[in-house]
């Protein structure tokens, strides 16, 4: 358990942050509470605290007074500083002695304490690093949280947030500033072993570092391990055309090293920080794809030679050669409207092309990537995890399974001659089964037909489900389409799913919770 020393002189306030955080969950303790700096030093002293929360203002001796003593003999300790808007100016100097974070008691909430403790811990547990880095590091999480403040509306006005950041270090001069939302796909992956995605932050910071390093002015601000927001210093042309080449090299540098694709937001270009929160609401309002409609002639007429092409050796430099335009032009025109870069564009057709030719299931992973434009076997099956998340075989097993379920739920066939039709072995049919639903298909086909018992004289019954019955039927609809084949049509009516059954004594079923309503089919 990592040691914690709160000090506040006020009771009330220091029982509220007591009471407010599961200090359990965060692997925290609370050794000691406090009422002025000179009671916190000495339980320092006693305690060796990992983590210390102080307030500004103490008597005996406040907490600047307090930081400066603790800095002075251990520069491991966090530190964590609570404040007042009148009190920021000190907060900020605090900032030169490396505390962790800020808390503003206006708007301190339960969810952002324990989002601060939490990176709080992340240091705890994953910081080796020193000197310059080390100090950037520091400040990195005062000007994050900060920025997510302002850009919020919480409790931050423009004028505190412009004092702030000058005291943190911000990089970004005032003047035009360009704000990019960029969206990490099918990111999940790396949530598996790292659920709090501390790793995956961290090496996405520092590729963004690598790609901008010494070509713009930037900052990588993170609220979410699949969601970051870029700021970039845009003051002429030379550092917009330098923002829209660092776009393309950190998309180029998360493919070859992390295998995942981007999604960035259209251009957002404001005078000053004052501008920051429409500009931060705008972009994510972008992140919603826009009509095509919208899109500008140029792209319009590109996404159609795309489509038209995909199957062909068709380039950046063709397609912009057929609209009669520089490749560097139409690549930072795909970025800065579309949020995605010419190759993703082209990528997402070949790959949606891929999905509809699996269909075939006489046709290799080799012939379905030749059959959209890529030859090299090994690079298709990439791409394809790369923009689906999901390997080539195993995404392959998904679609053949997915087709067989109404031959296994018909009861006509047996298990091996389903199998044989998807062109499985039974033992590689019923594993890939098992991966997918957690049972066997055969006590997947005895549980559904358990729970359709019915009478045959085709009176209305009513059939209680239990959620796990449910669920084996409930993967069927989606919220984009219904399910529909020649034994079983799927619809919706009021947030009801109505289950009509061709070929079972010609009865329907209406769901409603957990109660299935079997009734004469009319």
């Known amino acids: 358990m990592y040691r914690v020393i709160l000090a506040e002189d006020e009771p009330l306030v220091r029982m ?46 406040d907490g600047m007074a307090l930081i400066r003593k603790i800095r002075a003999v251990d ?11 009148e009190d920021f100016a000190y907060a900020q100097q605090a900032i030169e002695y490396g505390v962790s974070n800020y808390i503003l008691k206006l708007s301190c909430t339960v969810e952002k304490l324990t989002g601060i403790l939490g990176r709080v811990r992340e240091e705890l547990i994953g910081m080796n690093v020193t000197g310059d880095k080390n100090r950037d590091m520091a400040f990195l999480p005062i000007r994050e949280s900060m920025f997510f403040d302002y850009v919020c509306g919480r409790c931050m006005d423009c004028e505190s947030y412009v004092r702030g950041i000058r005291e943190a270090c911000m990089p970004i001069p005032l003047g035009r500033i360009s704000l990019t939302v960029m969206r990490l796909l099918e990111y999940q992956r790396f949530l598996r ?53 660092a776009l393309m090299r950190i998309s180029d540098l998360v493919d070859e090293y992390l295998n995942l694709g981007i999604r960035f937001s259209p251009e957002n270009t404001g005078n000053g920080y004052e501008e920051l929160p429409q500009l931060y609401a705008r972009a994510l309002q972008q992140m919603t794809s826009a009509p095509e409609q919208d899109y500008p002639r140029k792209i319009t007429a590109a996404l159609a030679l795309i489509r038209k092409n995909y199957d062909k050796p068709i380039g950046l430099q063709s397609v912009a050669d057929e609209l009669e335009v520089s490749a560097g ?11 995605r870069t010419f190759t993703d564009a082209l990528n997402c057709v070949r790959v949606e092309k891929a999905k509809q030719l699996l269909q075939d299931k006489s046709l290799t992973a080799y012939k379905i990537g030749e059959m959209v434009g890529i030859g090299n076997a090994t690079y298709f099956i990439r791409v394809f995890k790369k923009y689906t998340g999901v390997s080539f075989v195993k995404y392959l097993s998904m679609v053949r399974i997915r087709h067989s379920l109404e031959k296994l739920l018909a009861g006509k066939d047996s298990i091996d001659e389903i199998a044989f039709s998807c062109g499985m072995s039974a033992k590689a049919y019923s594993q890939a089964f098992k991966d997918l639903y957690g049972i066997t298909p055969s006590v ?56 009509l059954f061709k070929n079972i004594d010609q009865l329907s079923l209406l769901q409603e919770n957990n109660i299935l309503t079997i009734k004469p089919k009319k």
């Open 16 to 61: 509220g942050i007591k009471s407010m955080v599961d200090w359990e969950k965060l692997e925290m303790q609370v050794v000691a509470e406090c009422s002025d700096g000179e009671e916190a030093w000495k339980a320092c002293e006693a305690y060796r605290p990992d983590l210390l929360i102080t307030d500004i203002r103490m008597p005996v001796m």
């Open 75 to 85: 520069s491991r300790m966090r530190i964590l500083v609570l404040t007042c808007l």
């Open 193 to 245: 072993e790292d659920q709090s995605g501390r790793t995956l932050r961290h090496m996405v910071r520092e590729l963004v570092e690598l790609a901008v390093k010494k070509t713009c002015v930037a900052e990588c601000y993170c609220d979410h391990p699949g969601e970051y927001v870029l700021l970039f210093a845009a003051a002429g042309e030379e550092e917009i055309l330098a923002r829209d080449n």
């Open 329 to 339: 032009y139409l690549s930072r025109l795909f970025v800065s409207t579309m949020g």
């Open 444 to 499: 997947y086909r005895k549980q559904f037909q358990k729970n359709l018992k019915y009478n045959k004289e085709n009176k209305e019954q009513r059939m209680h489900l239990d959620q796990k019955q449910i669920a084996l039927i409930q993967h069927l609809i989606n919220d984009h389409h219904l399910y529909q084949d020649e034994y079983l049509d799927i619809d919706k009516e009021n947030q009801q799913s109505i289950y």
